[in-house]
């Protein structure tokens, strides 16, 4: 089967702008270079159809501010030594503090975390862990939180009444400990009192470490599933060929009438697109369809949107799967002596090794498999399990794998045995994969050809 690439869900996608009421960027995008050399950085500028790049130079330890317009789309590549932050206009980027980089600046003064706090508490995709303190000035101020690769953390303050005070989302490819100082926010809201804190893990695994032990704060922490302003999610997680529907994107359950930044994570670059979805008076709203046969390339896609409230909707996922999988044998040595080591019965298997390109949903045992076929090209006969090719019909002989879920993976069966075979006649070997149950009549697959 062929596949035609296109893609939809693109920064094209993304500048079909709602038209009811919000006039500014939700919030202000910083870089911040975490590690040892300088960064180089494509943004990317999108408004109106067109497209316009900006080359930045990211010093190690700095942090420069991507600006934008009120109706402008910002993406930015990412890069392993990038941090992306993102925050309300009123906060400081001097705030930030990254241990194990460059050298924190020299304005940025944060109390360490002790007791039970410097132990943290490591949260999944959707999960928050939230602390409670009493501010008036002259307490820790700080929040601190460990990204453990490919993660993505927001950490906020709340009034008691849920009112949001501020927040922080943090993204980067590579792990790194970031403290946030909250206090100069909290002065310029002229807010004291009592002050939920929160660090929410909106995608990979991320640890929060919230300044001080729960006892000296005066209050206690707690584990719960993250709470949002609308529920935002794909209609399908993994779209491949053939799949139905087409995909769209539905918010339910968000404030009245309000339109919503949209933050999206698509094969690791960010875009950040204002006033993307509005919402009814309901607090419902819908963008799509895209359609799998429009894409061009595998996508592996996160998002969620950013009211003007600060609050957000919650996170969620999908996959364009385009490109094939590709299965290879291991012909070292050659059938029907192959010999795989990492198999249960390593002296009666065949094996070899499967690959799916990057951002598209690899494999996984909940919707990959994989059979082998052995035929006696001379007669024209199968092997069906037996000491000898007899069958007339096609068998084929479920496989497994090692290592799953992974985008690479070894994969085995069991194989004819040597005594199965005769000297001067042909063979054939075929092993194919089916990379997703809602497509069985596609299957990538290999053969090696030999004569006994």
């Known amino acids: 089967m062929s596949r035609t690439p296109r893609l939809v869900l ?28 300088p960064v180089e950085v494509k943004v990317q500028r999108m408004q109106g159809g067109s497209s316009q790049r900006e080359d930045l130079v990211i010093q190690p330890g700095q942090i420069l501010e991507v600006k934008r317009t009120t109706e402008e789309e910002i993406g930015i590549p990412k890069h392993r030594d990038l941090l992306i932050v993102s925050a309300p206009a009123v906060f400081n980027p001097a705030s930030i503090c990254v241990r194990g980089g460059p050298k924190c600046p020299k304005s940025a003064r944060f109390n360490q975390p002790t007791g ?56 980067t490819p590579r ?39 729960p006892q000296a704060m005066g209050g206690s922490i707690s584990l719960l599933t993250a709470a949002a302003n609308g529920t935002g999610y794909f209609n399908l997680n993994r779209h491949w060929e053939n799949t139905t529907p087409a995909l769209d994107y539905t918010v339910e359950g968000g404030p009245s009438s309000t339109c919503g930044e949209a933050n999206v994570n698509r094969n690791g670059t960010w875009y950040f697109t204002p006033g993307w979805l509005c919402t009814d008076a309901t607090g419902y709203a819908r963008k799509g369809p895209w359609y799998w046969s429009s894409q061009t390339n595998d996508e592996t896609g996160e998002a969620f949107i950013r009211w003007p409230d600060y609050s957000a909707t919650t996170t969620d996922w999908h996959i364009w799967d385009i490109n094939s999988p590709s299965v290879q044998i291991d012909t070292s040595p050659a059938p029907p002596g192959t010999y795989c080591d990492f198999t249960p019965n390593p002296g009666n298997t065949w094996c070899g090794f499967a690959s799916d390109p990057p951002y598209g949903a690899c494999f996984n045992s909940l919707w990959t498999g994989l059979y082998a076929t052995f035929q006696e090209t001379s007669t024209g006969l199968y092997w069906s399990g037996g000491s000898s090719y007899s069958s007339s019909s096609e068998v084929r002989v479920n496989g497994s794998f090692r290592g799953l879920p992974a985008c690479g993976v070894d994969w085995y069966t069991t194989r004819p045995p040597v005594s199965a075979h005769v000297s001067g006649r042909t063979y054939q070997w075929t092993v194919c994969l089916v990379e997703h149950s809602t497509d069985s009549n596609y299957v990538p697959c290999s053969t090696y050809d030999f004569t006994y």
């Open 116 to 171: 039970a706090a410097a132990a943290g508490t490591t949260l999944k995709r959707g999960e928050t862990v939230s602390s409670t303190a009493l501010w008036t000035r002259a307490q820790p101020r700080t929040i601190s939180v460990r990204l453990q690769g490919k993660s993505w953390a927001e950490v906020r303050l709340k009034r008691p009444d849920g009112k949001i005070l501020g927040y922080v989302t943090l993204a």
């Open 175 to 213: 792990s790194v400990d970031v403290t946030i100082d909250f206090g100069q926010l909290l002065d310029d809201s002229q807010y004291w009192g009592v002050v939920k804190r929160e660090v929410l893990a909106r995608s990979g695994k991320v640890t929060a470490l919230l300044g001080t032990a």
């Open 10 to 37: 693109t920064a094209t996608a993304l500048t079909l702008f709602a038209t009811a009421g919000w006039s500014a960027p939700l919030s202000r995008i910083w870089t911040l270079n975490v590690g040892n050399n």
